[in-house]
């Protein structure tokens, strides 16, 4: 399992402030508590924050970097942002893996972004959605996340650097989404070899709802069992964390043994 950390992102008011502040402390403990609970990839997003989007991103790369070496992941729903971050990022952090957050499977995204990961050697998101937005049914999605594995295949980047993201709506608005978000990873697991990741903004399913917690740590385990290798999500919730290492121990995905929980942290060099 690949644990993106969701919490630097400017949704979060403590982060929106201490972007908007440049208040590194705040950000550099809000990473060190995500990586003491098993983050491997920060996901950095600015959200709703003021100033230069390029500038801002370049300040919390090199902020988050500070207090990790994790591999950074560009969050932006706006290409032309990441287009003109990624190499600024690139040139002030020369030896981290970066990864773009996302590209769709429209052809105007995927020109634009595509070549840019292509080149700097960076991994991509791509979502199961293109110009005509979030798909409804199934067959849309694997289609869009066909479209999009191919485009970036043939563009160089490997499996293991591509990541398919169904996109996970709340739950409470969207009720046979979460269905239908597991049937396109199985779908799309089958009809690609070698597999790329499979990832999910897991807190997107629990948005607006009561007892987030718990429906967010259900609907992980039961996306791995679909084929779920990699989650945006909150690595501090220590339950969601567990939750996810015993799915991956009954999947046969992690050794058992007694004391599995305390093997997987130390395999990962916590404590
Ligand atoms: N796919 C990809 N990237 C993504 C998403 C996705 N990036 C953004 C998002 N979705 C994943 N990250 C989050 C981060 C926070 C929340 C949800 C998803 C969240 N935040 C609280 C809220 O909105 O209720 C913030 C409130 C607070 O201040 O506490 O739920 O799907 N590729």
Redesign the pocket.
Known sequence: MIIFS?RV?G???DVRKAINEKDERIVQDLVREQVAGGADVM?I?LGPTKGDPVENFVWLAQTVHAATDRPLSL?SAKPHVLVAAMPRVRAALPDTKLII??STAAPEAMGQLIPVAAEQGAGI?G?TMDQEGVPGNVEKRVECGATFLMTAMESGITPEDIYL?P??LPVNVAQKQPANVMEAIRQLAIVSDPPPHF???L??VS?QCLMRNLLNRTYLVMSIAAGLDAA?MDAADKELVEAAISAEVLLDKQLYSDDYLKAWRMQKGLH
């Open positions: 969701e992102n949704m979060y008011r996901d997003n969050d957050n996302s998101i979502l993201d996109i996970i990832i999910l903004g807190s997107n948005q945006i």
